[in-house]
């Protein structure tokens, strides 16, 4: 597989793959030269395109989209006209940009340096281009900026997917502590699928404004107060912690890795439903078929872009 490493003056590295824009591995410094990965991912690019054929694929590290998310039915109404996308979820609805999307194609690479790596593909039969930047900066951030501009009227709402576990992507996610600084989530159905209406996190499992652990099993949209940053996690077992800023109204909070058997990953590691948890900073999800919610549907020469910035702390202070 073949890999591109962005590296800073601390001693962070972040690895990707072409192959969906993934980040495979980011490694934080320890004590005594050690380091510690803190991405799950697989070892091989056929690993990777094994993992969509499961039937319920992981996404680990990817470029997800064109439509993040679910969306019901696998429609929405652009005008008069009723704009039907893949039905790949069960045979109902809509997700994450259907069987053949940003995840699991090979981007080109248009920039490769020591701190920056930017890729690009299109996508919608060709008629929108994507592309994505990723930069590592000595403040210990790593900026993702995705942006998409297309030909014809489409539906866009893009997210990195990444998989994080600050005790080391062999360990359980659950040990760990997380803020999000939100006052409300987004209901959904027993599908998962939005309704339309936002519920108070007060007095609520959901309620993570103060640090607490996290939990075994999310699956939630929260919606974003605009604070920064707009969540935070902690592991008290390396001292690292990670925040995470971005321009979206909200983050999809994911708590998983292999969602049925162990899933084998990089170096051997088995992944449980509690290795790792993602935060899709994106737009809501099934956001056209609810007035309310900022649609998403990017015109012809109009351009989508999303920041996405995953900063590193370590006992509180930068590097």
């Keep these: 597989m073949e890999l591109h ?4 003056s601390n001693g962070l590295e972040a690895v990707f793959s072409r192959y969906g824009a993934t980040l495979t591995s980011l490694l934080l410094p320890l004590e ?9 991912g ?15 694929p992981p996404f ?3 470029v997800v989209g064109l439509h993040a998310g679910r969306l019901r039915d696998g429609a929405y109404r652009d005008g008069g006209q009723v704009v ?12 994450h940009g259907g069987s053949r999307n940003l995840s699991n194609v090979d981007w080109d690479v248009d920039e490769a340096s020591d701190t920056v790596f930017r890729l690009s593909t299109v996508a919608n039969n060709g008629n929108t281009r994507v592309t994505v930047q990723y930069a590592l900066g000595n403040d210990n951030a790593l900026r993702v900026v995705m942006e998409a501009v297309p030909d014809e009227s489409v539906l866009v709402n893009l997210t990195q997917h990444s998989y994080f576990n600050l005790d080391g992507h062999q360990g359980d996610v659950t040990r760990q502590r997380m803020v999000v600084n939100a006052d409300k989530t987004l209901e959904t159905d027993a599908e998962l699928v939005p309704t339309g209406r936002l519920l108070p996190v007060a007095n609520d499992p959901l309620d993570f ?3 607490r652990p996290c939990p075994s099993t999310i699956d939630t949209s929260f919606v974003l107060r605009g604070d920064k940053p707009a969540a935070r996690l902690d592991s008290s077992r390396t001292g690292w912690s990670m ?7 909200s983050i999809h909070v994911f708590v998983g890795g292999a969602h049925c058997n162990p899933l084998l990953g ?7 439903a509690t290795s790792g948890i993602c935060f899709e900073a994106q737009n809501f999800p099934d956001a056209p078929n609810h007035s309310a919610f900022r649609s998403g549907i990017l015109r012809p020469g109009e351009t989508y872009r999303s920041s996405i910035v995953f900063r590193f702390l370590r006992e509180g202070r930068k590097g």
Excluded at 243 to 249: A, H, K, L, S, Y
């Design 5 to 8: 490493i962005l590296r800073n």
């Design 32 to 40: 005594a030269g050690s380091m510690v990965d803190v991405v799950l």
């Design 42 to 56: 697989f070892q091989t690019r056929d690993d990777y395109e094994r993992s969509f054929s499961l039937p319920s």
């Design 60 to 62: 680990l590290g990817a």
């Design 84 to 95: 039907q996308l893949e039905k790949n979820l069960g045979g109902r609805h809509h997700i």
């Design 209 to 211: 404004r103060q640090a």
């Design 243 to 249: 925040e995470v800023e971005t321009d979206q109204p």
């Design 266 to 272: 990089k170096g051997g590691a088995e992944y449980h």
